[in-house]
Protein backbone atom coordinates (compact mmCIF):
# COMPACT_ATOMS: atom_id res chain seq x y z
CA UNK A 1 0.00 0.00 0.00
CA UNK A 2 0.89 3.37 -0.78
CA UNK A 3 2.38 6.05 1.58
CA UNK A 4 -0.98 8.59 0.55
CA UNK A 5 -3.30 5.31 1.56
CA UNK A 6 -1.83 4.60 5.10
CA UNK A 7 -2.28 8.31 5.59
CA UNK A 8 -5.69 9.04 4.41
CA UNK A 9 -6.78 5.86 6.31
CA UNK A 10 -4.77 7.63 9.77
CA UNK A 11 -6.61 10.99 8.71
CA UNK A 12 -10.01 9.05 8.93
CA UNK A 13 -9.43 7.20 11.99
CA UNK A 14 -8.03 10.94 13.57
CA UNK A 15 -11.59 12.80 12.39
CA UNK A 16 -13.81 9.58 14.01
CA UNK A 17 -11.78 9.77 17.06
CA UNK A 18 -11.64 13.22 17.43
CA UNK A 19 -7.80 13.48 18.32
CA UNK A 20 -5.08 13.65 16.35
CA UNK A 21 -2.82 12.14 18.75
CA UNK A 22 -4.30 8.41 18.67
CA UNK A 23 -4.59 6.13 15.55
CA UNK A 24 -5.84 2.39 15.77
CA UNK A 25 -2.24 -0.05 14.62
CA UNK A 26 -2.77 -1.32 11.30
CA UNK A 27 -1.16 -4.56 9.89
CA UNK A 28 -1.33 -5.47 6.29
CA UNK A 29 -4.32 -8.37 5.52
CA UNK A 30 -1.80 -11.73 5.35
CA UNK A 31 -2.35 -13.66 2.18
CA UNK A 32 -3.99 -16.69 2.03
CA UNK A 33 -3.91 -20.19 0.37
CA UNK A 34 -6.79 -20.69 -1.76
CA UNK A 35 -6.35 -24.31 -1.87
CA UNK A 36 -7.80 -24.33 1.68
CA UNK A 37 -11.20 -24.32 2.36
CA UNK A 38 -12.84 -20.85 2.79
CA UNK A 39 -14.55 -22.35 6.14
CA UNK A 40 -11.01 -22.77 8.23
CA UNK A 41 -9.83 -19.63 8.05
CA UNK A 42 -11.08 -17.83 11.16
CA UNK A 43 -9.13 -14.56 9.99
CA UNK A 44 -9.77 -12.16 6.70
CA UNK A 45 -7.45 -13.19 4.08
CA UNK A 46 -6.37 -11.83 0.58
CA UNK A 47 -6.02 -13.59 -2.21
CA UNK A 48 -4.20 -11.97 -5.08
CA UNK A 49 -5.73 -12.62 -8.77
CA UNK A 50 -8.16 -14.99 -7.80
CA UNK A 51 -10.54 -13.87 -9.59
CA UNK A 52 -8.41 -12.24 -12.90
CA UNK A 53 -10.09 -15.44 -15.21
CA UNK A 54 -13.91 -14.14 -14.49
CA UNK A 55 -15.23 -12.37 -17.55
CA UNK A 56 -16.70 -9.83 -15.43
CA UNK A 57 -13.08 -8.10 -15.36
CA UNK A 58 -13.32 -7.62 -19.12
CA UNK A 59 -17.00 -5.58 -17.92
CA UNK A 60 -16.92 -2.35 -20.15
CA UNK A 61 -19.50 0.50 -19.82
CA UNK A 62 -21.35 -0.86 -23.28
CA UNK A 63 -21.74 -4.47 -21.90
CA UNK A 64 -22.75 -3.83 -19.06
CA UNK A 65 -25.21 -1.29 -20.15
CA UNK A 66 -26.38 -4.05 -23.01
CA UNK A 67 -26.63 -6.66 -19.85
CA UNK A 68 -27.73 -4.82 -17.72
CA UNK A 69 -30.42 -1.73 -18.86
CA UNK A 70 -31.39 -0.47 -15.52
CA UNK A 71 -29.62 0.04 -12.22
CA UNK A 72 -31.49 0.48 -8.51
CA UNK A 73 -28.95 2.91 -6.90
CA UNK A 74 -28.49 4.97 -3.99
CA UNK A 75 -28.06 8.89 -3.71
CA UNK A 76 -25.80 10.45 -1.15
CA UNK A 77 -24.30 14.03 -1.27
CA UNK A 78 -21.43 12.67 0.83
CA UNK A 79 -20.43 9.82 -0.57
CA UNK A 80 -21.27 7.69 2.26
CA UNK A 81 -23.63 4.65 2.23
CA UNK A 82 -26.44 3.47 3.25
CA UNK A 83 -26.80 6.34 5.43
CA UNK A 84 -25.91 10.04 3.98
CA UNK A 85 -23.87 11.76 6.41
CA UNK A 86 -24.28 15.27 5.12
CA UNK A 87 -28.10 14.73 5.88
CA UNK A 88 -28.26 11.95 8.28
CA UNK A 89 -30.60 10.31 6.43
CA UNK A 90 -30.60 6.96 4.49
CA UNK A 91 -29.66 7.55 1.47
CA UNK A 92 -32.98 7.42 -1.17
CA UNK A 93 -32.64 4.92 -3.78
CA UNK A 94 -33.73 4.74 -7.52
CA UNK A 95 -33.78 2.81 -10.61
CA UNK A 96 -31.87 4.76 -13.75
CA UNK A 97 -30.64 3.47 -16.22
CA UNK A 98 -27.18 1.76 -16.37
CA UNK A 99 -26.03 4.29 -19.16
CA UNK A 100 -26.84 7.58 -17.08
CA UNK A 101 -25.40 5.82 -14.05
CA UNK A 102 -22.24 5.15 -15.79
CA UNK A 103 -21.78 8.68 -17.32
CA UNK A 104 -22.55 10.44 -13.59
CA UNK A 105 -19.42 8.41 -12.40
CA UNK A 106 -17.74 10.18 -15.26
CA UNK A 107 -18.93 13.51 -13.76
CA UNK A 108 -18.02 14.22 -10.65
CA UNK A 109 -18.17 13.29 -6.56
CA UNK A 110 -19.59 9.71 -5.93
CA UNK A 111 -22.80 10.90 -5.62
CA UNK A 112 -24.38 7.37 -6.61
CA UNK A 113 -24.00 3.94 -6.10
CA UNK A 114 -24.87 0.60 -6.84
CA UNK A 115 -24.88 -0.86 -3.16
CA UNK A 116 -25.34 -4.11 -2.61
CA UNK A 117 -27.97 -5.08 -5.10
CA UNK A 118 -28.27 -9.11 -5.69
CA UNK A 119 -26.11 -10.02 -9.00
CA UNK A 120 -29.00 -9.93 -11.65
CA UNK A 121 -29.00 -13.43 -13.63
CA UNK A 122 -27.88 -11.61 -16.78
CA UNK A 123 -24.32 -11.42 -15.04
CA UNK A 124 -24.43 -14.65 -13.08
CA UNK A 125 -22.09 -16.63 -15.67
CA UNK A 126 -19.45 -13.93 -15.72
CA UNK A 127 -18.76 -14.43 -12.02
CA UNK A 128 -18.44 -18.40 -11.21
CA UNK A 129 -17.60 -19.17 -7.51
CA UNK A 130 -13.80 -19.82 -7.05
CA UNK A 131 -12.64 -23.41 -6.31
CA UNK A 132 -11.31 -25.16 -4.15
CA UNK A 133 -11.68 -22.01 -2.15
CA UNK A 134 -15.49 -22.83 -1.92
CA UNK A 135 -15.53 -26.39 -2.21
CA UNK A 136 -19.04 -27.35 -0.68
CA UNK A 137 -20.00 -23.71 0.02
CA UNK A 138 -23.29 -22.93 -1.79
CA UNK A 139 -23.53 -19.33 -2.22
CA UNK A 140 -26.44 -17.82 -0.66
CA UNK A 141 -26.18 -14.56 -2.03
CA UNK A 142 -24.45 -12.53 -4.59
CA UNK A 143 -24.25 -8.94 -4.45
CA UNK A 144 -23.01 -6.42 -6.91
CA UNK A 145 -21.32 -3.07 -6.14
CA UNK A 146 -20.98 -0.24 -8.63
CA UNK A 147 -19.14 3.05 -7.71
CA UNK A 148 -17.14 6.04 -8.75
CA UNK A 149 -13.91 6.94 -6.21
CA UNK A 150 -14.28 7.90 -3.07
CA UNK A 151 -17.48 6.01 -2.39
CA UNK A 152 -17.68 4.63 1.11
CA UNK A 153 -19.41 1.96 3.27
CA UNK A 154 -18.89 2.43 7.30
CA UNK A 155 -17.77 0.70 9.42
CA UNK A 156 -20.37 -2.35 9.66
CA UNK A 157 -20.30 -6.61 10.19
CA UNK A 158 -21.90 -8.83 7.92
CA UNK A 159 -23.57 -12.31 9.35
CA UNK A 160 -22.18 -14.58 6.77
CA UNK A 161 -18.80 -14.97 5.74
CA UNK A 162 -18.37 -12.90 2.62
CA UNK A 163 -15.65 -13.25 -0.30
CA UNK A 164 -15.41 -9.69 -1.95
CA UNK A 165 -14.29 -9.63 -5.66
CA UNK A 166 -12.61 -6.78 -7.01
CA UNK A 167 -13.14 -6.36 -10.65
CA UNK A 168 -12.68 -2.87 -11.46
CA UNK A 169 -11.07 -0.13 -10.22
CA UNK A 170 -9.52 -0.37 -6.66
CA UNK A 171 -11.17 -0.84 -2.90
CA UNK A 172 -9.20 -0.12 0.24
CA UNK A 173 -10.63 -1.79 3.24
CA UNK A 174 -9.60 -1.69 6.87
CA UNK A 175 -10.88 -4.65 9.27
CA UNK A 176 -11.63 -5.28 12.74
CA UNK A 177 -11.90 -8.25 14.56
CA UNK A 178 -14.89 -9.62 16.70
CA UNK A 179 -13.24 -8.83 19.97
CA UNK A 180 -13.66 -5.28 19.14
CA UNK A 181 -17.50 -5.22 19.91
CA UNK A 182 -18.06 -3.81 23.02
CA UNK A 183 -16.07 -0.27 21.52
CA UNK A 184 -18.32 -0.31 18.51
CA UNK A 185 -21.37 1.90 19.00
CA UNK A 186 -24.01 2.48 16.39
CA UNK A 187 -24.42 5.93 14.30
CA UNK A 188 -28.26 5.92 15.09
CA UNK A 189 -29.48 4.69 18.70
CA UNK A 190 -32.73 4.09 17.19
CA UNK A 191 -31.47 1.03 14.89
CA UNK A 192 -32.89 -2.07 15.67
CA UNK A 193 -36.34 0.09 13.86
CA UNK A 194 -34.40 0.70 11.01
CA UNK A 195 -36.07 0.04 7.32
CA UNK A 196 -35.45 -3.25 5.58
CA UNK A 197 -32.57 -1.03 3.01
CA UNK A 198 -30.14 -0.19 6.38
CA UNK A 199 -27.58 -2.07 7.37
CA UNK A 200 -26.19 -2.55 11.09
CA UNK A 201 -23.59 0.26 10.08
CA UNK A 202 -21.30 2.94 11.57
CA UNK A 203 -19.16 3.00 14.45
CA UNK A 204 -18.29 6.28 16.88
CA UNK A 205 -15.11 5.18 18.74
CA UNK A 206 -13.55 7.28 21.52
CA UNK A 207 -9.73 8.13 21.72
CA UNK A 208 -9.31 6.77 24.92
CA UNK A 209 -11.44 3.25 23.12
CA UNK A 210 -8.57 3.57 20.02
CA UNK A 211 -5.94 2.67 22.44
CA UNK A 212 -4.70 -0.53 21.80
CA UNK A 213 -7.09 -1.25 19.08
CA UNK A 214 -5.47 -3.76 16.34
CA UNK A 215 -6.73 -3.47 12.35
CA UNK A 216 -6.06 -5.02 9.00
CA UNK A 217 -6.03 -2.85 6.09
CA UNK A 218 -5.52 -4.13 2.54
CA UNK A 219 -5.71 -2.62 -1.19
CA UNK A 220 -7.63 -4.70 -3.71
CA UNK A 221 -6.80 -4.76 -7.16
CA UNK A 222 -9.06 -5.87 -10.09
CA UNK A 223 -8.84 -9.91 -9.88
CA UNK A 224 -8.17 -9.56 -6.46
CA UNK A 225 -10.37 -11.31 -3.45
CA UNK A 226 -11.06 -10.50 0.25
CA UNK A 227 -12.19 -13.71 2.91
CA UNK A 228 -14.35 -12.02 5.64
CA UNK A 229 -15.26 -14.30 8.54
CA UNK A 230 -18.22 -13.71 9.95
CA UNK A 231 -18.40 -10.78 12.36
CA UNK A 232 -15.59 -9.24 11.15
CA UNK A 233 -15.95 -5.29 10.97
CA UNK A 234 -14.96 -3.74 7.93
CA UNK A 235 -15.02 -0.39 6.68
CA UNK A 236 -14.74 0.23 2.45
CA UNK A 237 -13.80 3.00 0.15
CA UNK A 238 -14.10 2.71 -3.59
CA UNK A 239 -11.21 3.96 -5.91
CA UNK A 240 -11.88 4.32 -9.20
CA UNK A 241 -9.51 3.72 -12.26
CA UNK A 242 -8.37 6.99 -13.47
CA UNK A 243 -9.42 6.43 -16.95
CA UNK A 244 -13.02 5.88 -16.25
CA UNK A 245 -13.39 6.24 -12.85
CA UNK A 246 -15.46 2.86 -12.28
CA UNK A 247 -15.06 0.49 -9.15
CA UNK A 248 -16.86 -2.77 -9.21
CA UNK A 249 -16.90 -5.63 -6.65
CA UNK A 250 -19.17 -8.74 -6.24
CA UNK A 251 -19.98 -10.05 -2.67
CA UNK A 252 -20.46 -13.74 -2.29
CA UNK A 253 -22.02 -15.02 0.89
CA UNK A 254 -22.67 -17.86 3.03
CA UNK A 255 -24.17 -19.50 4.77
CA UNK A 256 -27.39 -17.38 4.57
CA UNK A 257 -28.24 -15.30 6.99
CA UNK A 258 -31.10 -17.32 8.76
CA UNK A 259 -28.05 -20.40 9.10
CA UNK A 260 -25.33 -17.89 9.95
CA UNK A 261 -26.86 -16.29 13.48
CA UNK A 262 -26.43 -19.15 15.79
CA UNK A 263 -22.78 -19.32 15.33
CA UNK A 264 -22.67 -15.71 15.13
CA UNK A 265 -24.22 -15.19 18.85
CA UNK A 266 -21.23 -16.74 20.11
CA UNK A 267 -19.29 -13.71 19.89
CA UNK A 268 -20.59 -12.88 23.75
CA UNK A 269 -18.11 -9.19 23.43
CA UNK A 270 -21.31 -8.40 21.14
CA UNK A 271 -23.91 -8.76 24.14
CA UNK A 272 -23.58 -5.13 25.91
CA UNK A 273 -23.47 -3.26 21.82
CA UNK A 274 -27.08 -5.18 20.72
CA UNK A 275 -28.53 -6.51 23.53
CA UNK A 276 -32.03 -6.25 22.10
CA UNK A 277 -31.66 -7.20 18.51
CA UNK A 278 -33.46 -10.21 17.67
CA UNK A 279 -32.85 -12.92 14.95
CA UNK A 280 -36.07 -12.31 13.02
CA UNK A 281 -35.27 -8.19 12.85
CA UNK A 282 -31.73 -9.23 11.60
CA UNK A 283 -33.26 -11.08 8.49
CA UNK A 284 -36.27 -8.63 8.22
CA UNK A 285 -33.44 -5.47 8.29
CA UNK A 286 -31.59 -7.22 4.84
CA UNK A 287 -34.58 -8.62 3.48
CA UNK A 288 -37.99 -7.49 4.49
CA UNK A 289 -40.56 -8.44 7.32
CA UNK A 290 -42.18 -11.15 4.83
CA UNK A 291 -39.26 -12.84 3.98
CA UNK A 292 -37.92 -13.20 7.40
CA UNK A 293 -41.24 -14.81 8.89
CA UNK A 294 -41.29 -17.10 6.07
CA UNK A 295 -37.32 -18.01 6.82
CA UNK A 296 -37.83 -18.65 10.53
CA UNK A 297 -39.77 -20.81 12.54
CA UNK A 298 -42.14 -18.16 14.93
CA UNK A 299 -40.06 -19.19 18.01
CA UNK A 300 -36.66 -18.20 16.70
CA UNK A 301 -37.64 -14.82 15.08
CA UNK A 302 -38.36 -13.59 18.83
CA UNK A 303 -34.95 -15.49 19.95
CA UNK A 304 -32.25 -12.15 21.01
CA UNK A 305 -28.99 -12.77 18.55
CA UNK A 306 -26.59 -12.80 21.53
CA UNK A 307 -27.45 -14.62 25.21
CA UNK A 308 -25.76 -14.04 28.29
Known sequence: MDLGARQRTRQSWRRRA??????????????????????????????????????????????????????????????EYPRDSA????????????ARFLAALREGPPTVYVHGEVLPDALL?????????????RVA?????????????????????????????????????????D????QCS????????????????????LRGCEGLIVELRPGDALLMPSGWWHEVESVGDARDRLCASVGLNWPSIADALPAFASHRDAVRAYPVLT???????????????AALPRAQYDLPVFAE
Open 18 to 79: GSADVTPALAEVPVGDPARPAASFATPAVFRGLCSAWPACRWTEQSLARALPTVRVSRSRSG
Open 279 to 293: QGRVVAMMHGEAKAR
Open 87 to 98: SGKPCPMETVPT
Open 183 to 186: LMRP
Open 190 to 209: TWPALTAQERIAGTSLGAAE
Open 141 to 181: RRSLWLSGDGARSPLHYDLPMVLLCQLHGRKRVTLYSPRYH
Open 125 to 137: ADCPPPHPLLRGE
